[in-house]
């Protein structure tokens, strides 16, 4: 089995906050779909949400501030999987909560060095 990376991206801005009982119910999703994954032996790190804040380096040692609050997609986390092959580390992707706030998963294979 190769390892898979599930990059999370989503417009935050035209993601309602909803309210802390919409919330609760949003990471019971996100932790009963992970669970899923879990339960198959498929997941190698649940990952973690990503912070707002960053830095960019650029070549010659440039170093501006980031992730940049105009660009739509905003990346919000990542999981780690471990599957057969794309297109199966694909379809554990499928029931992710993030879809439902018209966000988007990206699935990478992990090319181990």
């Known amino acids: 089995m190769k390892d898979f990376l599930f990059l999370y991206r989503a417009d935050y801005k ?5 309210s802390p009982e919409e919330m609760q119910n949003m990471m019971k ?11 198959q032996n498929k997941l190698t790190d649940r990952g973690h ?3 707002g804040e960053g830095k960019v380096l650029r070549p010659d040692n ?8 105009e660009i739509k997609e905003l990346l919000g986390g990542y999981t780690i999987v471990k599957a057969e092959s794309l297109d199966e580390a694909v379809s554990l992707a499928h029931g992710c909560p993030i879809l439902e706030v018209g966000g988007n998963v990206e699935v990478r294979p992990i090319n181990q060095m």
């Open 14 to 18: 035209a993601a309602p906050a909803g």
């Open 29 to 39: 999703k996100w932790m009963d779909w992970i669970g899923s994954i879990a339960a």
């Open 49 to 51: 949400p990503l912070g």
């Open 62 to 69: 440039v170093v501006t501030d980031g992730p940049y609050t």
